[in-house]
């Protein structure tokens, strides 16, 4: 976990992060005895803990310093189904208020957020996650621009007798064909496995990654893939989006809801570069088929054309990855 | 509908075939007057149908010639899964058993199979589809080894004016390289699109398919992708296959329940050829990218390390499609 050092914490009483097993436990015992969290921090752990922590009754205060949820993952409109959906929940949401102060002791504690003054019994940090190369600098280790521990495709670091696996160490990212910070769990644990096969005198390599992410709030999935248009655009690449909102099956079975996803594609190639997916059902179906098609480097009419399977209990035959693959040939048509 | 002629159909009175929606608008004004009905044939229409007759109340007897339902889709271990559902629903299987004589009334329908007479009140016929190419024979155009209307990948037929699409048209199965029938809803929609975009003057082009199927049993839900173990041995190819249960998420949630994946790669190049999944959840979501791994003809080890989402409350790291990817990469190692 990364705290900021704009945030001054005064008394750590009742400050917690969530690294290891113990702290969950901690921060779960506190929520038998106490009645009101805040959250700082409106990404994956900040959102996932204001949502446990609502379930089992408490009031809850999530704090982001960013004007939207999920920033850099989702765009301000789908961020905006996220809040909402947090809201409904019963969770306060303080949105664009960077957390200057924490004072106070466990049970009275104070959080100088913006211009507010936020009051709860304890507070969850989740403000992100950066790589610890301490070890690596002493070692002599390279470190790249992202600050994690280069490594090469067999998790080999600059001394090739050591190797390095997890949040530490950078990966290629398949889209942008850069160095990146996965930080995500299953791409720690393909790392681990392929620095240990080599390590062990086996010879494994590591493809890189699509940063396949999701997030359950159970009447709530959302996740993403590969690259936003934002990021797109930073990197110079001459991207198109679309955001389609369509039923997940026909409209016809009770359970049928609105999903919505959005597809970012290359202009000039067609490939695609990313998309985000949002629904009450079905995200990670199309998620884990939107990985597949980042990580084959396909493109948008390919999408369109991919075979899925159907059943109309379960899915329309025109898929809403279709449907937004769809939309998207017919921007691009339009733009070229 | 094809009922093979073998059936002896004395009096169709009662005796019902799904093809139209006034076809399953009479069955369903059956249901409500009528207490039993037997379904012929036991793959996807026969299933589903037997499927919706019991959860109305009927008592339903299911028949289907070969020792086991879904046959040349599913093994017979797997066939097992979906037979002990079906029976635990309540639905009587009579497997192994022709289907010689069909005769009575409505309200008194006898069904000789096997050395058994099976009475109810009327009977549903799902013995199987076949293209129906008299007119494409009466035009002079060419029809294949499948039966179906030769079609190239622009969907027209040996007369370059007259385009065909749907069940009655062959397509190249992109596993065996090979023309086949899909007899699938989602690829007839796809033909008839592009036969419709190239009949007015577009360009359009069929790739092919890789013939994804699911049939949702609620409690069951059961696919397939590709082709079986006993089909590529057919077609001379030297396939290892391996079947593996694992739990679809993490074993602490309560609805953590067993998923069945089966998978079938060539020995000698290690690409996928095919799979079948059963569960109870989640199967939707990894056929879907068992179709996408089969229709980027991806390898075992490619889809060992394919990158899919992961989130402890909706899955696990190693995702069941991993879990048998490994075990056939295990099978593979061992083989060469």
Redesign the interface.
């Known amino acids: 976990p990364y705290i900021p050092r704009v945030i001054k914490i005064l008394n750590n009483e009742g400050v917690h992060v969530l690294k290891k097993v113990e702290d969950a436990q901690t921060i779960s015992k506190l929520a038998e005895k106490y009645k009101h969290a805040i959250i700082v921090g409106g990404s994956f752990i900040g959102i996932e803990t204001a949502h446990a922590l609502r379930k089992r009754g408490l009031d809850v205060t999530l704090i982001e310093y960013f004007p939207q949820v999920m920033p850099g993952k989702l765009n301000k409109q789908l961020a905006k189904i996220v809040e909402k959906t947090l809201e409904e929940e019963g969770i306060k949401l303080i949105l664009g208020a960077g957390v200057k102060e924490i004072s106070g002791g466990l049970g009275d504690k104070k959080v100088v957020a913006g211009n507010e003054e936020i009051r709860g019994d304890f507070v969850v940090m989740a403000t992100g996650t950066r790589p610890n190369v301490e070890l690596a600098r002493k070692a002599g280790l390279e470190v790249g621009e992202t600050g994690g521990i280069k490594v090469n495709e067999r998790m080999q670091t600059s001394d090739p007798s050591i190797y390095a696996a997890g949040d530490n160490a950078e990966v290629l990212d398949m889209v942008t064909c850069k160095p990146t910070l996965s930080l995500?769990?299953?791409?720690a644990?393909?790392m681990g496995r392929v620095a240990g096969i080599n390590a062990a005198g086996g010879d494994a390599k590591f493809?890189g990654?699509?940063n396949?992410?999701?997030?359950?709030l159970e009447n709530l999935?959302f996740?993403g893939?590969g690259i936003s248009y934002d990021h797109a655009l930073k990197l110079g690449i001459d991207a198109v989006a679309v955001t389609i909102r369509v039923p997940d099956k026909p409209e016809i079975y009770p359970d049928a809801h609105k999903i919505t996803v959005r597809l970012i594609a290359e202009k000039t190639t067609g490939r695609i570069l990313g998309g985000q997916i949002l629904g009450v059902d079905?995200v990670?179906?199309?998620?884990?088929?939107l990985?597949?098609?980042l990580?084959?480097e396909?493109t948008v009419h390919e999408l369109a054309?991919?075979?899925?399977?159907?059943?109309p209990?379960?899915?329309e035959?025109?898929d809403p990855l279709h449907v937004a693959a769809d939309a998207l040939l017919k921007r691009l048509r339009k733009r070229s």
């Open positions: 995500l769990g299953n791409t644990v393909k493809r990654v699509v396949v992410w999701i997030v359950n999935k996740g893939a079905g990670l179906c199309r998620l884990n088929v990985a597949t098609v990580s084959r396909m054309e991919l075979e899925l399977a159907y059943t209990s379960l899915c035959i025109v």
